[in-house]
């Protein structure tokens, strides 16, 4: 099973990124798929998720009204939009995939699959 981040890159603030992810290896229609960021010296944390039966999506609060994910299932993918980018958003944010629950859960070691990891840079 692989998962293979891109989309990632040099922005200005302000500026917009689409991110995809394309999964191989198996399907995960039935999963929750989303993304992780990680930054210099801080822990892996919960960017955005969404179930794979109901596609219900999930944000954390840092990027609620700017961040947008999506998925095609046809294509086993999901994908994630950020505008309105900002210094602090500067990681590398990594793809993932966890069977479906009642709740998208937002801790990292529930998901069991994940990407290499697309840097994006911000600049102020």
């Known amino acids: 099973v692989q998962l293979q981040a891109s989309g990632g890159g040099l922005v200005q603030a302000g500026g917009s990124l689409r991110l995809s992810c394309a999964a191989s290896?198996?399907?995960?229609?039935?999963?929750?798929m989303g993304w992780f960021r990680q930054a210099p010296g801080k822990e892996r944390e919960f960017v955005a998720a969404?179930?794979?039966?109901?596609?219900?999506?999930h944000y954390a609060d840092s990027g609620k009204g700017r961040f947008t994910i999506s998925r095609d299932n046809a294509k086993n993918a999901v994908y994630l939009q950020m505008n309105s980018l900002k210094p602090e958003d500067t990681a590398v944010y990594y793809c993932?995939?966890?069977?479906?629950?009642?709740?998208?859960?937002?801790?990292?070691?529930?998901?069991?699959?994940w990407g290499q990891g697309t840097l994006v840079t911000v600049s102020s």
């Open positions: 993932t995939a966890a069977p479906d629950r009642v709740w998208i859960t937002t801790q990292s070691n529930a998901y069991p699959y």
């Open positions: 290896g198996r399907t995960f229609n039935g999963w929750t």
């Open positions: 969404m179930s794979g039966s109901a596609g219900r999506p």
